[in-house]
Nanobody, 114 residues
Framework: QVQVVESGGGLVQPGGSLRLSCVVS????????MVWYRQTPEKQRDYVAA???????NYAESVRGRFTISRDNAKNTVYLQMNSLKPADTAVYYC????????WGQGTQVTVSS
């Protein structure tokens, strides 16, 4: 059974950095386009960034220039490097394949606060 496990969240001050990881087990990971989403209690899940199987990337306007998505197919892992974090980035972060074939993981909480 395929599992999606996000990790790397935490509490960070404004301007700080975090690196999120998402491990996808038991699947043909290298063929998936992968997407990071985030969700606050008041909103639906919003798109953050995506990376195709060959490695082309795309970002939401709100994070472009601050966040970097990458992948390591040998480790079945997609990363999200987050720099210059703002309080508005506070959310639970999830990853999933673009087509929605994989189950949702539990997410990882990111809190940006002084």
């Amino acid at each position: 059974q395929v599992q999606v496990v996000e990790s790397g969240g935490g509490l960070v001050q404004p301007g700080g950095s975090l690196r999120l990881s998402c491990v996808v087990s038991g699947s043909d990971f290298r063929n998936y386009a992968m997407v990071w989403y985030r969700q606050t209690p008041e909103k639906q899940r919003d798109y953050v960034a995506a990376i195709t199987a060959p490695g082309t990337t795309n970002y939401a306007e709100s994070v472009r220039g601050r966040f970097t998505i990458s992948r390591d197919n040998a480790k079945n892992t997609v990363y999200l490097q987050m720099n210059s974090l703002k309080p508005a980035d506070t959310a639970v972060y999830y990853c999933r394949d673009l087509k929605g074939a994989l189950v949702w993981g539990q997410g990882t909480q990111v809190t940006v606060s002084s």
